[in-house]
């Protein structure tokens, strides 16, 4: 029996206790299956098993802090609307938010945080971990820490360009053929299931095949793929505000389609069109990293966590986690905003009663 | 009717009862401390405005909150049951089988799926109360009883193929059908015409009285509620006023609020007559319009509407009142026939007409919770159309918003930056008018406008109205189905019937005999303060001419 079997059982018992004394139940209940848990884990896997589930609950402890500190720090210093709104979001939706502004830094402030540059070779290939280089040397050797931070610029800037793209197009397609109607929106609906008939992932690979690799193309590609899906959406959500009696008001006075679109219909949109906005946001991401993976995206020299996957992937074979690492920030990152959609999602549809 | 005399045991007993409503981050009372009794056989009427609670106690007597309210005092006890503290199993037994529940909508409460009669057999199927053919066989029974069309048949419809009267006189046979002890019937007419209201009061009226069910009748309408009450509670903001029984409270209320409630319909105002040799402001002409593949909705409709005068269009839904107003506004251009304007045709459809043209008829719509973007600042609302026809900006344009607000009777400083879903419906609807007189126009058409509102605050609207037109010199045209709007405000008097105008007149002439057979039927079915009246309007049509049959 080693001292850190003996505390941490210690800990848990003790710290169940109260919470049962104190007749708090959303405390008690996963501290005493922690111990449970714990309990069956370290007959099973002995100390090394118990040292794995005290660190999954140590990180998931930190994540939920984190979180919630995060949450009370924005209710703190936002506007009283905004802070109102935030004050019932959900522990994961903060979480999310919480990553999203760490990616929002490291891509902002990449040359400062990185300590070497994006391309600079200072190692050999492969080169382990030390105290100069945070997570190791890729396959020639550049800084592994570096690259993801200046990743997070390439990546992710590149998807939230194709993603307003995408965006720009559906929306302005779609709010049109709500208010004009008759043969425009049939017409432009059609064009929308042609889009959409065609294999996402087969026609971004035509596309660059033929214009070759160029950001401008995948951009373009990308917001080709994600528009019609915009388009019905915003179409239909257009569409219940169109017939509304103030549309009408406003177009018996003789209103421009483009007042109506901006100061009508728009802003009785914008909830769904978030969300939807955070949704499209993850599909593009994937697509974008997919399509590097496959050496179609961004090109090297440039760090991009999808071709980064790519070049390390050799070292899986050596038991190496390194090529992971840039996939977990993908992972991570969709994660993240899925769970402010969630959130955002469940708001709009007025699902809180 | 009857009931009141005999000393009957009591079976639905709420004392002190308090509900809360969850509204942003606190919990608010809704209901403060009502007691209500409720013997066997007896038919109460819960009257009061929106808000006032009345629907919200009518669910309460089932031992039911809806979502986001809670029970927190009182108690309410149905025959000996205690229902606040009952287990939810326990309520759920005497939902449908004991209590039952009719709501105001039949139309959004059926199940468009299912067969009406299929809806009807579930309770008693459920409750092993009854086989599925016994059921069917007692609901087709009961829809004779109810006076329906082929009782034998109507039941195998589904909802969308029977109307309206039919569907809520089919929801009372299926709240019928396990012989409650209580029906609770929440504002079971007010979505439908006074002609078919009339069928579906005596059709409840009377099988309320052969089954002798206690009920609770909600509504707003009193004139209603003095047909079918035995009492009648008043209630104001979750409390109550008084209680009395029918004769009693009609002849001889007590309290203040009560007498302003009966006296609302008092407003008046002299008939005015048509200026001589002037030109009609807006002039319809032989009119005839279909929407787009379907049936002719209008067909020859020709009325002049005068500068300063306020004609009514009147008639049932689906006679056509609405589609008139969309053919003059150029929603919906006619196919045959003209509207002129002071003398001069006007553009059939809207995109042609010059914004002068557009400028001088303005709307104002039924529901004002659709009628006013809900995202958008009132000031930039009743501010919208004065930039757009006027070209005002800057302190311009501020001080021509606060002069629409003081119009209206809105304080400007409070209103100016809110948002339409803060406010209540009397306020939105006056915003909407705002709206319509910043164009500064001089032809309204006023689409139901009173109708989605309480009756003390439609007062409001109507004598609002009426001074701006007195003001400002404005022409009305009131579509309305209300003939008591009609009575007080109007002047001239249209009547529409399957799209077609049956008769016109002065207001006067036209509520004194003799009528034309359809004025006479929808005259004589606007409910009437006096309790008798429903019994001696079937004693004058004859009870089988109640219903389908009565069209004339």
């Known amino acids: ?353 | 009717m009857s009931a009141t005399g005999k000393k009957k045991q009591v079976l639905l007993d709420i004392e002190g009862l308090k509900i809360e409503g969850f509204t942003g981050e606190e919990w608010v009372p809704i209901i403060k401390g009502v007691d209500l009794k409720l013997h066997r056989g007896e038919v109460m009427g819960l009257i009061g405005e929106s808000g006032a609670g009345k629907s919200t106690i009518g669910a309460a007597a089932m031992g039911y909150a809806r979502d986001g309210t809670r029970i927190s005092g009182g108690s309410i006890d149905f025959d000996g049951m205690e229902l606040t503290t009952a287990t939810e199993s326990e309520r759920r037994a005497l939902r449908g089988a004991r209590i039952a529940y009719v709501a105001q909508s039949a139309a959004a409460s059926f199940n468009p799926a299912h067969k009406i009669i299929d809806q009807h057999t579930e309770a008693p199927l459920h409750y092993r109360i009854q086989k599925r053919m016994e059921a069917q066989e007692d609901a087709m029974e009961l829809y004779e009883r109810l006076r329906l069309p082929n009782p034998k048949e109507i039941g195998f419809r589904y909802p969308h193929q029977v109307s309206g009267g039919q569907l809520q006189r089919a929801m009372t046979a299926m709240a019928m059908s396990c012989r409650p002890d209580l029906i609770i019937f929440d504002e079971p007419t007010t979505a439908l015409d006074v002609t078919t209201q009339i069928e579906v009061l005596a059709a409840i009226r009377d099988i309320v009285d052969q089954f002798d069910t206690a009920a609770i009748y909600i509504t707003h309408d009193l004139a209603v509620v003095a047909q079918m009450a035995d009492t009648i509670k008043v209630l104001l903001k979750g409390e109550e006023v008084e209680q009395a029984s029918t004769e009693k409270m009609l002849s001889d209320p007590q309290e203040d609020y009560t007498k302003s409630l009966w006296a609302v319909r008092s407003f008046k105002r002299p008939q005015k007559s048509r200026p001589k040799d002037a030109t009609a402001l807006v002039s319809v002409q032989n009119v005839d319009a279909a929407y787009t593949g379907g049936e002719k909705v209008l067909e020859d409709v020709s009325f002049d509407i005068y500068e300063g005068m306020t004609v009514a269009v009147v008639g049932e839904s689906g006679s056509g009142k609405s589609t008139t107003a969309r053919c003059i506004t150029g929603l919906l251009p006619p196919m045959s026939g003209q509207v002129l304007f002071k003398g001069e045709p006007l553009p059939p459809s809207y995109h042609d007409r010059t914004k002068d043209q557009l400028r001088q008829a303005q709307m104002i719509y039924q529901m004002a919770d659709t009628a006013l973007n809900p995202k958008v600042r009132i000031s930039e609302i009743i501010g919208r159309p004065a930039q757009f026809y006027s070209g005002l900006k800057g302190a311009e344009l501020k001080s021509r918003v606060d002069e629409l607000l003081d119009l209206i009777e809105l304080e400007p400083s409070q209103y100016y930056d809110r948002y339409p879903p803060e406010l209540s419906g009397g306020q939105k609807q006056r915003i909407g008018i705002a709206r319509a007189l910043a164009a500064e126009p001089s032809f309204i058409i006023c689409d139901e406008v009173t109708s989605a509102l309480d009756q003390l605050v439609a007062e409001g609207i109507l004598k609002l109205l009426d001074r701006l037109q007195k003001e400002l010199g404005l022409a009305y045209m009131f579509i309305t189905h209300d003939l008591a709007t009609v009575r007080s405000i109007a002047d001239e008097v249209v009547v529409m019937q399957n799209g077609k105008v049956v008769e016109q007149g002065p207001k006067e002439e036209m509520f004194t005999p003799p009528h034309h057979p359809y004025t006479d039927l929808l005259l004589s079915s606007v409910p009437e303060m006096d309790p008798n009246w429903l019994t001696t309007l079937l004693e004058e049509r004859g009870v089988d001419n109640v219903g389908e049959s009565a069209d004339v």
């Open chain 1, 1 to 353: 029996m080693s001292t850190f079997v003996i505390v941490y059982f210690a800990f848990l018992i003790g710290a169940s206790c109260l919470a049962a004394y104190m007749d708090r139940r959303s405390v008690f209940m996963p501290l005493f299956s922690l111990t449970l848990v714990s309990f069956v884990v370290g007959i099973v896997g002995g100390t090394s098993g118990l040292w794995f589930i005290a660190i999954a609950a140590g990180l998931l402890a930190l994540a939920a802090g984190t979180s919630y500190a995060f949450r009370e720090f924005l209710v703190a210093i936002l506007p009283t609307n905004a802070a109102k709104e935030l004050k019932t979001a959900p522990l994961t939706a903060a979480f999310g938010l919480f990553v999203m502004f760490t990616y929002a830094i490291a891509g902002f402030f990449a040359p400062w945080i990185a300590p070497h540059g994006e391309t600079e070779v200072i190692a050999s290939a492969f080169a382990p971990a030390d105290e100069n280089m945070l997570l190791g040397a890729d396959q020639l050797g550049r800084d592994m820490f570096s690259r993801i931070v200046y990743g997070t610029r390439n990546s992710v800037g590149l998807a939230l360009l194709a993603t307003s793209a995408a965006f720009l197009l559906g929306a302005s397609a779609g709010l049109y053929a709500a208010v004009r109607g008759g043969w425009m929106d049939q017409f432009l609906g059609r064009a929308a299931d042609v889009i959409m008939s065609i294999p996402s992932l087969i026609f971004a690979l035509l596309m660059l095949a033929i214009f070759g690799p160029k950001i401008i193309v995948i951009i373009i590609a990308v917001a080709i793929i994600f528009s019609p899906r915009v388009f019905r959406l915003v179409r239909s959500v257009a569409g219940n505000v169109v017939v509304m009696d103030y549309i009408e008001a406003a177009k018996l006075r003789g209103e421009k389609r483009g007042y109506l679109i901006r100061k009508e219909i728009l802003p009785n949109s914008t909830a769904p069109l978030i969300a939807e906005f955070g949704l499209e946001f993850c599909f593009v991401f994937l697509l974008v990293a997919g399509l590097s993976f496959l050496g179609l995206g961004i090109q090297p020299p440039a760090a991009d966590w999808g071709s980064m996957v790519r070049e390390n992937a050799t070292l899986i074979s050596f038991g190496d986690i390194t090529p992971l690492i840039p996939a977990a920030a993908i992972a991570l990152l969709t994660v993240a905003v899925n769970f402010v959609v969630d959130w955002m999602l469940f708001r709009s549809s007025g699902l809180k009663e």
